[in-house]
């Protein structure tokens, strides 16, 4: 799965390319939380969080060798139907469909890369995928960071899957925090020798991660007007 300097890169792109109004998003740092947010409870993202999810809920998934999350099923059981009087979501909602997205448009397109190619999945191809997502999370420039505010806080305490508890809301942003921290003390800033993938796989998914996320929150935003 993308980590989450690469979904960091993905809001950033975005953000270049619209305002946060253009695409419906009110609260920017509850959008960018929103991001890392299906993550959080699954166990290995954010250490000592208070309870632990099973991956099909938190990622609309079964956690097959390469999942491919369902962002369609969380719009219409997450979105679709918890819109306010305006027709709005919230913005932790946004993100979490965003974060879906892109989980489900990398792995789909590593899965099409494995079955062409013929490759046997199993541990030393997870490892191989594995590194060559770490290579790329490091060659992003990234800047951005949540941060703890009221408003995040009610969001992931409303968050309508289920109730994010204010401890791990602050644990996770301290995660997202040293992430960024890393890639950029960590930076690559040439082409790696990936493994399994390569530079232009990489590059495709990204503008298509961008396109697919943009494409939704314009319609998003123009069913607000």
């Known amino acids: 799965m993308p980590s989450w300097n690469i979904h960091t890169a993905q809001v950033e792109q975005l953000l270049e390319e619209y305002a946060p109004s253009e695409l419906g998003i009110c609260d920017l740092n509850c959008f960018l939380f929103g991001n890392f947010l299906p993550d959080v409870y699954v166990g290995y993202m ?5 309870k632990i999810i099973d991956y099909r809920t938190t990622h609309f998934a079964d956690p097959y060798h390469m999942p491919e999350p369902d962002y369609q099923e969380f719009w219409q059981s997450y979105a679709e139907y918890n819109r306010d009087g305006e027709g709005r979501v919230s913005d932790v909602v946004l993100g979490v469909w965003a974060h879906l997205v892109a989980d489900h448009l ?7 890369l494995i079955v062409k190619q013929g490759l046997e ?14 290579c790329f999370g490091r060659t992003l420039s990234i800047s951005m960071t949540p941060r703890v505010t ?5 969001q992931c305490r409303a968050f309508p899957q289920y109730e994010v508890a204010e401890v791990d809301v602050r644990a996770a942003v301290e995660v997202a925090r040293e992430m960024v921290v890393t890639t950029q003390v960590h930076h690559i800033g040439s082409t790696p020798c990936y493994s399994l993938l390569d530079a232009d796989f990489f590059a495709r998914v990204f503008d298509e991660v961008n396109a697919t996320i943009s494409t939704g929150l314009l319609a998003y935003a123009e069913d607000l007007s």
């Open 150 to 154: 009221p408003e995040l806080i009610e």
């Open 46 to 50: 954010v250490p000592r969080v208070s």
């Open 121 to 134: 999945y199993g541990d030393p191809l997870r490892i191989r995928k594995q590194s060559d997502f770490e």
């Open 106 to 112: 990398y792995n789909h397109h590593v899965n099409e």
